[in-house]
Nanobody
C-alpha cells in the first residue's frame, strides 16, 4: 500500500521560511517524479514545483527565486524549502507522485498526500 505523508507546515510571518517534507512508502521512489501543489480556499489546485527522477526541476513563476525543491532518493523523501514567504503563499500544500515525468496536470498524478497547511501572516 502506497503512503504519502507531508509535514512541516505551520504559521509564519511574512518574510519567514518553512521547510516542507514528504515521505513516500510502498513505491519505488526512483521511478517517480515528485511534485508540490498548493490549494487555497475556493481556488483550484496549482503546481508549485516538480522534480524529475534525474533531479531536473521546474517552478511556478510565483515562487521562482524563493522556493527550492529537492529529493533524497535514499530516504524516499521530497523537500520544499520556502523562503521569503508572502501572505499569498497561504494554502494547503500537497505532495504528489507521478510515474517517470513531471506534469502540470493534477489528474496525471498517481499518489497524493493529505496535505499540510501553510499560513503566512502579515
Amino acid at each position: 500500500q502506497v503512503q504519502v505523508v507531508e509535514s512541516g507546515g505551520g504559521l509564519v510571518q511574512a518574510g519567514g521560511s518553512l521547510r516542507l517534507s514528504c515521505t513516500a512508502s510502498g513505491l519505488t521512489f526512483d521511478d517517480y517524479a515528485m511534485a508540490w501543489f498548493h490549494q487555497a480556499p475556493g481556488k483550484e489546485r496549482e503546481g508549485v514545483s516538480c522534480i524529475g527522477r534525474g533531479g531536473r526541476f521546474v517552478y511556478a513563476d510565483s515562487v521562482k527565486g524563493r522556493f527550492t525543491i529537492s529529493r533524497d532518493n535514499a530516504k524516499n523523501t521530497l523537500y520544499l524549502q520556502m523562503n521569503s514567504l508572502k501572505p499569498e503563499d497561504t494554502a494547503m500544500y500537497f505532495c504528489a507522485a507521478v510515474r517517470f515525468f513531471c506534469s502540470r496536470t493534477p489528474r496525471d498524478y498517481n499518489y497524493w498526500g493529505q496535505g499540510t497547511q501553510v499560513t503566512v501572516s502579515t
